[in-house]
């Protein structure tokens, strides 16, 4: 250890980083589709593989339920700032059922994936 200089540890770091880089960008898919890195138990990954879901498309669709809650809540916030705002031009009011039947699809989507 006392032969290897300063330069040399970073000159063997940098090549460490570039290998793993390289070895990340050939493995990007695989890792993104495994189970470990999704952090799922091994007792979810067993419902998942019973029901047929890939690791890959259960992710792609809890990524889209989190796209479309987070909409929904923007929607409510609208909404709501339209309810309560001026109403002497004559504006109706947005309906809340629209967004009721939205959260309640949230809660059903979410029950399959188990959120």
Not at 27 to 49: C, F, G, H, N, Q
Not at 67 to 96: L, P
């Amino acid at each position: 250890i006392n032969d290897i200089s300063a330069r040399q540890i970073f000159l063997l770091s940098l090549k460490r980083d570039i290998v793993c880089e390289e070895r990340q960008k050939s493995d990007s898919e695989l890792l993104t589709s495994s189970p470990a890195r999704s952090k799922i138990s091994k007792k979810l990954a067993m419902s998942y593989a019973r029901r047929g879901w890939s690791f890959k498309l259960m992710h792609q669709y809890k990524e889209a339920l989190l796209d479309f809650t987070a909409a929904v809540r923007e929607a409510e916030e609208i909404t709501s700032e339209i309810n309560n705002g001026d109403n002497s031009n004559g504006g109706e009011r947005f309906e809340d059922d629209l967004l009721y039947k939205w959260n309640t699809q949230i809660k059903l989507l979410a029950g399959l994936v188990d959120m």
